[in-house]
């Protein structure tokens, strides 16, 4: 049977901590699922970080776009995350909104059609400072329409403050 959860929050809520228990909950071998690119050498320490995180347990993927290619049936995966899946096409689409917007739609409907449990993991970008630049509004405007998007279609979403979850739905 196939399940979406949708973990969302701020910067270091406790969203990937609990989304991989969870992930332990449901499967001996979960997959975790990584859509960044490193972009600089203290993002690359962060990867690094999180990689001693997963034991041998866990089957680690790598896709920075084209999430509808993966075969995720029977699985369980972890999404990690939603911002920066879209920060690769938000770059690669010159800050297209619309764009990215319509791609982004299609690759999270081909990975949801499929029979495997997702677990996805973003971020609330927009509860903070207001974006002190056209891009950065653009893009929070992106992600809080993906993640609309990608909530609606949860069977399961969860807001994570200070460690501790609170269901939404």
Request: hydrophobic share 40%.
């Amino acid at each position: 049977m196939s399940m979406i959860y949708y973990i969302s929050g701020g910067e270091r809520s406790g969203k990937t901590r609990y989304a991989m228990n969870l992930a332990m909950e449901l499967s001996d071998r979960p997959v975790y699922l990584a859509t960044s690119r490193v972009w600089d050498e203290d993002f690359e320490k962060r990867v690094v970080r999180h990689q001693g995180e997963r034991d041998e347990r866990w089957e680690n993927w790598e896709e920075e776009k084209l999430l509808g290619q993966l075969d995720i049936s029977g699985k369980v995966v972890v999404m990690d995350c939603v911002t920066l899946w879209l920060t690769n096409w938000f770059m690669d689409l010159e800050q297209d909104v619309e764009a990215c917007l319509r791609h982004g739609k299609e690759e999270i409907t081909k990975l949801f059609a499929q029979d495997g449990t997702v677990i996805i993991i973003s971020n609330e970008i927009g509860m903070g400072v207001h974006a002190d630049t056209h891009m950065g509004r653009k893009f929070v405007e992106l992600q809080g329409w993906m993640n609309q998007f990608i909530a609606g279609k949860a069977d399961k979403a969860f807001f994570m403050v200070s460690g501790l979850p609170l269901q939404l739905k």
